[in-house]
Every structure is written in structure tokens, then in C-alpha cells.
T-cell receptor, first 115, second 112 residues
Framework: EAEVAQSPRYKITEKSQAVAFWCDPISGHATLYWYRQILGQGPELLVQFQDESVVDDSQLPKDRFSAERLKGVDSTLKIQPAELGDSAMYLC?????????????FGPGTRLLVL | SQQGEEDPQALSIQEGENATMNCSYKTSINNLQWYRQNSGRGLVHLILIRSNEREKHSGRLRVTLDTSKKSSSLLITASRAADTASYFCATDRMDSNYQLIWGAGTKLIIKP
């Protein structure tokens, strides 16, 4: 069964450093989402792509976060500089299966710890 | 902002018992979905119920939707240890672009 791939699975960094997360969605899925999930809370949408275009990045802290999906396939989320409050799980999801666009398929996530 | 609110926040039951979780939301929706998240992992889609449906079944799962009360419930029958996880409801607002708004989840623990 096709899966969403994410790397790395865990990342420990010091504040003010740069970090980058990678996501490879299920083949053929046009929509890609990046979420941030703080322990004990639900996912919070950071950015949504449709193919290579940004659909919504209203909740993305653009002073330090950036996201791209240059060829409309895999995607990178970057934080520069990282702050202590960025410690969280970063989840990538994709959707776009014909007739089931509403369902999102998640990767295993990247757990970030900022020291 | 979070649209859905799950109740209870945490639930601990014996294996074999039924588990019921509730979700309330605020705005009109196209559909409501339930997802499961095992500790430290990604979310897995369980079931989707559309706004014109009142009840849906999938294996040991039963979901109800009451749009007049803006609420949904998830029933897991004959619980197993493997059902231990956090369960989230997510709503797809009518004016959204396939975006889901998530609740804070119910943490379910099944005691052997």
C-alpha cells in the first residue's frame, strides 16, 4: 500500500539553527499539507499545496518558516532560525485520490526538539 | 483555531468493553471524519460521514452525525488493546478547499 514518506523522523537542534523537513506524498496526489502538532493537541495546518501552487499559507509564520513544492511532487518545509517554541511534531499529508479527495493520508511525522 | 471539540479528553476502559467518544463543531460542514493516532505516529483515517448521512458503520466502528446539534459520536465495540490511541474528529467546512479543522482528540486507553 502506498504511503507518505517523511524524513527525518527525529531532529534535535539548537535555537537559531536552520532545520528542514522533507515529504514525499502518495504518487498522483495533487494536494499536499504540512501540519504542526503540539503534544496533546490536534494538528494545525501550516500550508496547503495544490500541485506546485500554494493554496493557503495563512497560518505559516513567514518570518521564519518557508515551504516549497517546486515540481508538484515532493515538498520541503524549512525553519530558520528555529525557536524553542517550534518544538512539535511536523506532519505531512496528501490527498487527491479520485472520488476521495476529502480523505488525507499522513506520513509518520518528524518530531522536532529545539534546545 | 480548532473547530471540533472531543469529549471526553481521556477515556480508560477494560478490554472487551465499548468506547464512545463525542465531537462537537461550530459551523456547517460537508463531512466529518475520524482519525486515529498511535503514540508518536501519523494519523490514520478511520471513517468519513457526509452531512446528509446520519449513521455509518465500518467493522467495529459506528459513527453518528447530528447536524442539528452539530455533533458526532464514534463508538468502538468490543475494544482491544490495539485500539489504545488518540482519536480525532475533523470537519471539512462548506467554504473550505478540502481543508480539515481538527479537534484536540480523545486519548483512549484499553486495559487488558
Amino acid at each position: 500500500e502506498a504511503e507518505v514518506a517523511q524524513s527525518p523522523r527525529y531532529k534535535i537542534t539548537e535555537k537559531s539553527q536552520a532545520v528542514a523537513f522533507w515529504c514525499d506524498p502518495i504518487s498522483g496526489h495533487a494536494t499536499l499539507y504540512w501540519y504542526r502538532q503540539i503534544l496533546g493537541q490536534g494538528p494545525e495546518l501550516l500550508v496547503q499545496f495544490q500541485d506546485e501552487s500554494v493554496v493557503d499559507d495563512s497560518q505559516l509564520p513567514k518570518d521564519r518558516f518557508s515551504a516549497e513544492r517546486l515540481k508538484g511532487v515532493d515538498s520541503t518545509l524549512k525553519i530558520q532560525p528555529a525557536e524553542l517554541g517550534d518544538s512539535a511534531m511536523y506532519l505531512c499529508a496528501s490527498s487527491g485520490e479520485w472520488g476521495r479527495r476529502e480523505t488525507q493520508y499522513f506520513g509518520p511525522g518528524t518530531r522536532l526538539l529545539v534546545l | 483555531s480548532q473547530q471540533g471539540e472531543e469529549d471526553p479528553q481521556a477515556l480508560s476502559i477494560q478490554e472487551g468493553e465499548n468506547a464512545t467518544m463525542n465531537c462537537s463543531y461550530k459551523t456547517s460542514i460537508n463531512n466529518l471524519q475520524w482519525y486515529r493516532q498511535n503514540s508518536g505516529r501519523g494519523l490514520v483515517h478511520l471513517i468519513l460521514i457526509r452531512s446528509n448521512e446520519r449513521e455509518k458503520h465500518s467493522g467495529r466502528l459506528r459513527v453518528t452525525l447530528d447536524t442539528s446539534k452539530k455533533s458526532s459520536s464514534l463508538l468502538i465495540t468490543a475494544s482491544r488493546a490495539a485500539d489504545t490511541a488518540s482519536y480525532f474528529c475533523a470537519t471539512d467546512r462548506m467554504d473550505s478547499n478540502y481543508q480539515l479543522i481538527w479537534g484536540a482528540g480523545t486519548k483512549l486507553i484499553i486495559k487488558p
